[in-house]
């Protein structure tokens, strides 16, 4: 009975001693104090979706200025690296040479038009006295049939003796003289004729040679133009390579300026295969834009894809696409690398900032303040990561708050304390 009692005892006083250890241990979880850490909201805004590459800058267009014709160069009305228009003159080549050849070749129109009219005046003349064998032949034709007449009336009168026969003869012998004259007539008129025809023929000529003559001025004129060489079109001009005074030959394998068009530009770039399907479905819906930044520029120049190139490099299996900008800043240069931002869409998501995301061994999740001021880890799904955020698919919504310093000192149910800055 004593054991039994002194064994009551010691259980009493345990059970005292283990109420006043789990009283301690509350008061100090209550009194443990709350973490410093700085959040951020979740929120929902436009993201791109955007490709990013390195690019090389192209002129649009480049044109090497050769002379079309040779002499010395008399004037260079430009310097290196100025900003022509089409159309602004860019060298005269002496052109008095051309002029020369200019006037006569004029000469040779003006003598051989003076023949011309010689030609047509023979044929006019050859034409009359065409006009004039024929009334010849018309008028003894009449006289061949009146004669045909009498004789046919007097032999008919010799037959019956009613005439005498020297009389018959007499018509007989005129018959046959005015049937030799009609002969005769109708020689003169062919002989005319081709007299005529070789005047046409001359005259045909003489036009042929006035048309040759012609043209001849007019490649002495197109020469002649060429002596003052215009701007093709508006860009920025090269080295100079060469001066006023040199001599220069026609169509010379060095060119005397290169034009480079930079207003627009291009860009050129290439991008992985994988996107070419992305690229053509978001490009069926309208423009793309393109943006470039050069080293050194603090924004971006904005610009819209142009160029997809019909096939893909099998050796690198990318293919080749290019921007085109307007360049009003002259932010792009030929030849230069920029950074490329190719952005196919736009979509609405959720993102919070990328040093909020933790990793964990069930993958990765963020720290979510709740109204009480504690936190919650909760897992996500993350989708893209941007320059400085990153996608929440999957876990959060818009206006959550989440941990984005301080994560490492947290615990599910510890009570946080948010700081406006970051604590030192």
Same mark, same amino acid.
């Given at each position: 009975?004593?054991?039994?009692?002194a064994l009551?005892?010691?259980?009493?006083v345990?059970?005292?001693c283990?109420?006043?250890s789990d009283?301690a241990?509350?008061?100090q979880?209550?009194?443990a104090p709350?973490?410093?850490?700085?959040?951020?909201?979740?929120?929902?805004?436009?993201?791109?979706?955007?490709v990013?590459?390195?690019?090389?800058?192209?002129?649009?267009?480049?044109v090497?200025?050769?002379?079309?014709?040779s002499?010395?160069?008399?004037n260079?009305?430009?310097?290196?690296g100025?900003?022509?228009?089409a159309?602004q003159l860019?060298?005269?080549?002496?052109?008095?040479?051309? %002029?020369?050849?200019?006037?006569q070749?004029?000469?040779?129109?003006?003598r #051989?038009?003076?023949?011309l009219r010689?030609?047509?005046?023979?044929?006019?003349?050859?034409?009359?006295?065409v006009?004039?064998m024929?009334?010849?032949?018309?008028?003894?034709?009449?006289?061949?049939?009146?004669?045909?007449?009498?004789?046919?009336?007097?032999?008919?009168l010799?037959?019956?003796?009613?005439?005498?026969?020297e009389?018959?003869d007499q018509?007989?012998?005129n018959?046959?003289?005015?049937?030799?004259?009609?002969?005769? #007539?109708?020689?003169?008129? %062919?002989?005319?004729?081709?007299?005529?025809d070789?005047?046409?023929a001359?005259?045909?000529?003489?036009?042929?040679?006035i048309?040759?003559d %012609?043209?001849?001025?007019e490649?002495?004129?197109?020469?002649?133009?060429y002596t003052s060489?215009?701007?093709?079109?508006?860009?920025?001009?090269?080295?100079l390579?060469?001066?006023?005074?040199?001599?220069?030959?026609a169509?010379?394998?060095?060119?005397m300026v290169?034009?480079?068009?930079?207003h627009?530009?291009y860009v050129?770039?290439?991008?992985?295969?994988?996107?070419?399907s992305a690229?053509?479905?978001y490009?069926?819906?309208?423009?793309?834009?393109?943006?470039?930044?050069?080293?050194?520029?603090?924004?971006?120049t904005i610009?819209?894809?142009?160029?997809?190139?019909?096939?893909?490099d099998?050796?690198t299996?990318?293919?080749?696409?290019k921007?085109?900008f307007d360049?009003?800043d002259?932010m792009?240069?030929?030849?230069?690398?920029?950074?490329?931002?190719?952005?196919?869409?736009? %979509?609405?998501?959720?993102?919070?900032?990328?040093q909020?995301v933790?990793?964990?061994?069930?993958?990765?999740?963020?720290?979510?303040v709740?109204? #009480?001021?504690?936190?919650?880890p909760r897992p996500?799904?993350?989708?893209?990561r941007?320059?400085?955020?990153?996608i929440?698919?999957?876990?959060?919504?818009?206006?959550d708050r989440?941990?984005?310093?301080?994560?490492l000192r947290l615990?599910?149910?510890?009570?946080?304390?948010?700081k406006?800055?970051?604590?030192?």
């Amino acid at each position: 009975m004593r054991r039994a009692g002194a064994l009551l005892v010691v259980i009493a006083v345990l059970a005292v001693c283990a109420g006043c250890s789990d009283r301690a241990s509350g008061t100090q979880r209550a009194a443990a104090p709350a973490v410093p850490v700085l959040v951020a909201d979740a929120v929902r805004r436009d993201v791109p979706l955007d490709v990013g590459v390195i690019g090389n800058v192209q002129a649009l267009t480049v044109v090497g200025v050769k002379s079309q014709v040779s002499g010395q160069v008399m004037n260079v009305h430009f310097t290196e690296g100025q900003d022509v228009t089409a159309g602004q003159l860019l060298f005269t080549i002496d052109p008095r040479p051309f %002029e020369a050849i200019v006037a006569q070749a004029q000469a040779n129109v003006g003598r #051989d038009t003076a023949q011309l009219r010689q030609a047509e005046a023979a044929h006019a003349q050859r034409r009359a006295e065409v006009q004039q064998m024929m009334a010849n032949l018309e008028r003894d034709q009449a006289q061949l049939e009146n004669a045909r007449v009498q004789e046919k009336r007097y032999k008919t009168l010799v037959d019956k003796e009613l005439v005498a026969r020297e009389q018959y003869d007499q018509f007989r012998t005129n018959l046959s003289a005015l049937e030799a004259t009609v002969q005769a #007539d109708r020689a003169a008129v %062919e002989n005319a004729r081709a007299a005529a025809d070789a005047a046409q023929a001359g005259v045909e000529n003489a036009r042929a040679v006035i048309r040759a003559d %012609e043209a001849i001025v007019e490649t002495a004129k197109l020469n002649l133009g060429y002596t003052s060489m215009r701007s093709p079109m508006a860009g920025r001009t090269g080295n100079l390579m060469l001066q006023a005074g040199n001599v220069v030959k026609a169509n010379d394998d060095n060119p005397m300026v290169v034009i480079a068009q930079i207003h627009p530009i291009y860009v050129s770039f290439t991008v992985p295969q994988q996107h070419l399907s992305a690229i053509k479905q978001y490009m069926a819906a309208g423009p793309l834009s393109v943006r470039a930044t050069p080293p050194g520029a603090s924004k971006p120049t904005i610009g819209r894809l142009t160029f997809v190139n019909n096939t893909v490099d099998p050796t690198t299996g990318t293919i080749q696409l290019k921007g085109t900008f307007d360049n009003a800043d002259n932010m792009l240069w030929p030849g230069q690398y920029v950074e490329v931002v190719l952005t196919l869409t736009t %979509e609405s998501a959720v993102v919070v900032p990328s040093q909020a995301v933790q990793p964990g061994q069930q993958g990765p999740y963020v720290f979510v303040v709740k109204p #009480d001021s504690t936190v919650q880890p909760r897992p996500v799904e993350l989708g893209r990561r941007l320059a400085a955020d990153t996608i929440i698919t999957k876990g959060l919504t818009a206006g959550d708050r989440v941990v984005t310093d301080g994560q490492l000192r947290l615990v599910p149910g510890s009570r946080v304390e948010i700081k406006t800055q970051k604590a030192s």
